[in-house]
């Protein structure tokens, strides 16, 4: 022990830099919510921004469970919804003077609501792991749905609760009522929400969590309750999946019993998966892609939902580290500088890809126009064409191109992954030195 | 120097359904003293390896450490009495690094709980022994390395490192030598040797110049009973022991 204290720490100056580069990645992450919207600055992109906002910090609440933890749940919107409708009631109470509660801390109310929640079912469906966990949340998820029908008072039945954020009052005169108002109390939560959520992760029990989803039985032989460990980890979870649906109501200013139900729950599994559960920035790319394209999409087709399953699935099957681990995967080819090399291989095998892709797409959406017979026409549009489905000559040509796509990607994709391994591999010097330094 | 013994078994028997594993064992190990527990496979050692530690229960009998009577404690309750084990399969946490094993193991012991008001990295006293123990280990070139991908050398070395590192004064190692070449049982018994110094050691092993040059005193479980429990010489010279364990006589290390 006492040798270790007059020492300094094995790579202590490689430590220092790798802090300094996280702070600075925590300040630009401020500074660019602070300025977005002062470059996307439609009503629309200010909309989707405060709904990826809230997803995010739903998602990174989720991660504290599914990527941390080991925990895979089919109720994370429990809390979620929860604390939104919480935080509507405080906010109708606020609004009617019976208390007194400005919109910025209500959040923080959501939060606490989702937190109680999270303590008293986080008492009995922790004490298992694996498939049990998966179950007891799946059950949890279909009890609040019964219950959403019997507390009709608090659920507002069918039609959910309203609220009206302008009737709060005012805390040092800042109004909520636009929602670029609003966009900045989302920003705010979100990055207050993703330190702390980053800060659990390396306390103790942050780590404890690690070490149970690795190996619980071995957590207890060094002193820790991996039951213990996993309720710490799923109430920090409820809590900020509370602050999310706090900012849904305030944002939203409604609440449905949807908000917590299966759907709403497997959406945030579908997001943070995408995103990559095995990193911290993970389920942020994931709640953003995922919103874009859910509301990008649903303007385009009514079979959104299908595309976001084949994105899902073709993660889990091929990319299971994400979309954060694809790109954590090229980190070695951009230290080494080689990563121009990978455009081109990478350009031609995507293009190929996304041939196949829009073969796919023609054909999901004509099946989807014949079986649905969207109002009477012949014609529909679809890629900026005029398309009439129920010819021949549509058919062939789009799969034409998943064939082609599809043959394309196959050859060309051989080429792309060894273009990755020659860019991936390390510089001669730097193969040596690790190579040497294995030897014991 | 305490007069409570480090380890006590009374009368301790464990059966799964009506097999009898564990046959009336009861042993004390004195505070301080390196023991080794041998006998042929399927003798229960690894039984009473988990009988001790809280991974099974026993069927009758009473367990004591440190003078507390753990029979009826969890794993997790018995480690923070000052007790920690190895196991014979590698148990470790694979998708963390080195580092992050050893500093997790390190945590109860100075005191951290379930704490979530800490930054582990600032958790000086942690750190420090984290290191202290990868040195050790001389694992320090591997440092940010995940578990999994150590080899199993390493591997083993983590192994005794994350038994260690939370500073328990009464230690079970599950046979650490387990596929080892010569140099590298070596290399391991010096370090368990050097961390095990003033401490309580009982050790499962297979390797008899190991058991007798490293213990102070043996156990000899046969069939879920200890036959004797005596100093190297006098196992040595134990017939019964030479009859049961090694089949025989001549062929005692």
Same mark, same amino acid.
């Given at each position: 022990?006492s ?19 996280r ?35 739903f ?27 919480? =935080?509507?009631h ?38 298992? =792991? ?37 009737? $709060? ?19 705010? +939560? ?29 957590? !207890? ?32 200013e ?5 908000n ?95 041939? $196949? ?16 017979? !969207? ?8 890629? +900026? ?9 549509p058919?062939? $040509?789009?799969? =034409? ?9 196959? +050859?060309?994709?051989?080429?792309a ?24 | ?18 097999t ?25 050692k ?23 009577d753990?029979?009826d ?23 963390m ?7 997790? #193991? #390190? ?16 958790a ?65 018994? #010096? ?6 110094a ?55 290390a």
């Amino acid at each position: 022990m006492s040798t270790a204290t007059t020492r300094p720490f094995a790579g202590a100056g490689v430590a220092h830099a790798a802090r300094a580069r996280r702070y600075g990645l925590w300040v630009a992450a401020a500074v660019g919510l602070l300025v977005l919207p002062q470059v996307v600055h439609t009503g629309t992109a200010i909309a989707i921004m405060n709904q990826m906002g809230i997803a995010v910090v739903f998602a990174l609440s989720y991660n504290m469970l599914l990527g941390q933890g080991g925990m895979l749940s089919f109720g994370h919107a429990v809390y979620f919804g929860l604390g939104g409708f919480i =935080a509507a009631h405080v906010l109708n109470l606020s609004g009617r003077g019976a208390i007194y509660l400005p919109v910025p801390v209500l959040p923080l109310i959501g939060g606490l609501g989702g937190l109680a929640f999270a303590i008293l079912f986080g008492s009995f469906s922790t004490r298992r =792991a694996g498939t049990v966990f998966a179950m007891i949340s799946l059950g949890v998820a279909e009890l609040m749905a019964a219950s959403s029908l019997i507390f009709d008072r608090f659920f507002g039945g069918e039609e959910g609760i309203t609220t009206n954020r302008s009737k $709060a009052p005012l805390l040092l005169g800042l109004p909520f009522t636009r929602d670029r108002e609003v966009y900045y109390l989302i920003a705010f +939560w979100l990055f207050v929400a993703a330190l702390a959520m980053y800060a659990f992760s390396r306390t103790p029990v942050g780590r404890m969590a690690n070490a149970v989803r690795d190996n619980p039985e071995r957590a !207890e032989f060094v002193g820790y309750s991996q039951n213990r460990v996993r309720l710490v980890s799923f109430c920090a979870a409820g809590f900020f999946a509370g602050i999310a649906g706090g900012l849904f109501a305030v944002n939203y200013e409604i609440l449905t019993a949807e908000n917590m139900g299966l759907t709403a729950s497997g959406a945030v599994l579908l997001m943070t998966y995408i995103g990559g559960i095995g990193s911290f920035v993970g389920p942020i790319i994931g709640a953003v892609v995922f919103t874009f394209l859910q509301s990008m999409l649903s303007d385009y087709t009514g079979m959104w939902l299908l595309y976001l399953g084949i994105l899902f699935l073709a993660t889990v099957l091929f990319v299971p580290m994400g979309l954060a681990g694809v790109l954590m995967l090229h980190a070695p080819a951009w230290r080494a500088r080689r990563i121009g090399r990978l455009v081109g291989p990478y350009l031609l095998t995507g293009a190929l890809a996304l041939v $196949a892709a829009v073969g796919i797409i023609g054909l999901l959406e004509m099946i989807h126009f014949v079986a649905v017979s !969207e109002g009477a026409g012949t014609t529909k549009r679809l890629f +900026w064409m005029a398309i009439a489905p129920r010819t021949l000559t549509p058919w062939l $040509a789009f799969a =034409a191109l998943v064939v082609v796509g599809a043959l394309g990607v196959r +050859w060309t994709a051989p080429r792309a992954a060894s273009a990755f391994a020659q860019a991936s591999r390390p510089p001669v010097a730097v193969r040596a030195a690790a190579t040497g330094e294995a030897g014991l | 120097m305490s007069t409570t013994a480090a380890i006590e078994l009374v009368e301790v028997r464990k059966s799964f359904g009506s097999t009898p594993i564990i046959r009336g064992v009861s042993l004390v190990l004195e505070a301080g003293t390196r023991q080794a527990l041998i006998g042929p496979n399927g003798a229960g050692k690894s039984t009473l390896f988990n009988l001790i530690t809280g991974k099974y229960r026993v069927t009758t009998g009473r367990i004591r450490v440190k003078g507390e009577d753990v029979t009826d404690l969890t794993p997790y309750e018995i480690n923070r009495l000052g007790l920690a084990r190895s196991f014979q399969v590698t148990n470790i946490f694979t998708r963390m690094t080195v580092f992050e094993n050893l500093r997790c #193991a #390190a945590l109860w012991g100075a005191g951290y709980r379930y704490s979530f008001w800490h930054r582990v990295s600032t958790a000086r006293a942690v750190n420090e022994r984290a290191e202290t123990v990868l040195e050790q280990l001389n694992l320090t070139a591997r440092r940010e390395v995940p578990a999994g991908v150590l080899s199993y050398a390493e591997q083993r070395a983590l192994e005794i490192g994350i038994t260690i590192a939370g500073g328990a004064d009464v230690i079970l190692l599950d046979e650490p030598t387990a596929g080892m070449s010569r140099s590298e049982t070596e290399h391991v018994i #010096a370090l368990i040797r050097q961390v095990t110094a003033g401490k309580t050691l009982l050790m499962v092993e297979h390797d008899m110049s190991v058991v007798f040059d490293l213990a102070d005193r043996i156990a000899v479980l046969v069939y879920g009973e200890v036959i004797a429990h005596d100093t190297p010489e006098r196992i040595r010279a134990n017939a019964a022991v030479q009859e049961a364990y090694l089949g025989t006589p001549q062929s005692v290390a």
